[in-house]
C-alpha cells in the first residue's frame, strides 16, 4: 500500500507562486498527480504526470500557471503553482495511480491526507 504525504500549502496572496510536494513511501511505477477540492465543491482533477515523465496533463483553468513535475530517485512529485488566483484555494490532495489519470470523473486509488492552500485577493 503506497503511502503519499504531501507538504508545501499555506496562505498566499493572489499573483504570488507556492511549491507543493509529494513523498511516496516506496518506489513504484505509478503516475501521480494532484487533485483539489474546494469548500461545498467535488473534488476536481488538476495535474498529473506519467511514471516517465515524458507526459504531463492539466486541468484547462491551471494551464500555464501550474507545472507538475517528478523525482523518481526520491519517490516525489511536485506542483509549481505561479500566479496564484482566490478561485485556486482549496485542499490539495496529491494522488498516484496504475493508469494515468487526466480527469475529474476518474478517481486514483492511492491519496494523500491533503494539504490547504489558501489564496488571499
Known amino acids: 500500500q503506497v503511502q503519499l504525504v504531501e507538504s508545501g500549502g499555506g496562505l498566499v496572496q493572489a499573483g504570488d507562486s507556492l511549491r507543493l510536494s509529494c513523498a511516496a513511501s516506496?518506489?513504484?511505477?505509478?503516475?501521480m498527480g494532484w487533485f483539489r477540492q474546494a469548500t461545498g465543491k467535488e473534488r476536481e482533477f488538476v495535474a498529473s504526470?506519467?511514471?516517465?515523465?515524458?507526459?504531463?496533463y492539466y486541468q484547462d483553468s491551471v494551464k500555464g500557471r501550474f507545472t507538475i513535475s517528478r523525482d523518481n530517485a526520491k519517490n516525489a512529485v511536485h506542483l509549481q503553482m505561479n500566479s496564484l488566483k482566490p478561485e485556486d484555494t482549496a485542499v490539495y490532495y496529491c494522488?498516484?495511480?496504475?493508469?494515468?489519470?487526466?480527469?475529474?470523473?476518474?478517481?486514483?486509488?492511492?491519496w494523500g491526507q491533503g494539504t490547504q492552500v489558501t489564496v488571499s485577493s
Open positions: 504526470i506519467t511514471w516517465s515523465g515524458s507526459s504531463t
Open positions: 494522488t498516484a495511480n496504475v493508469v494515468i489519470f487526466m480527469e475529474s470523473a476518474r478517481l486514483p486509488e492511492y
Open positions: 516506496e518506489r513504484t511505477k505509478l503516475a
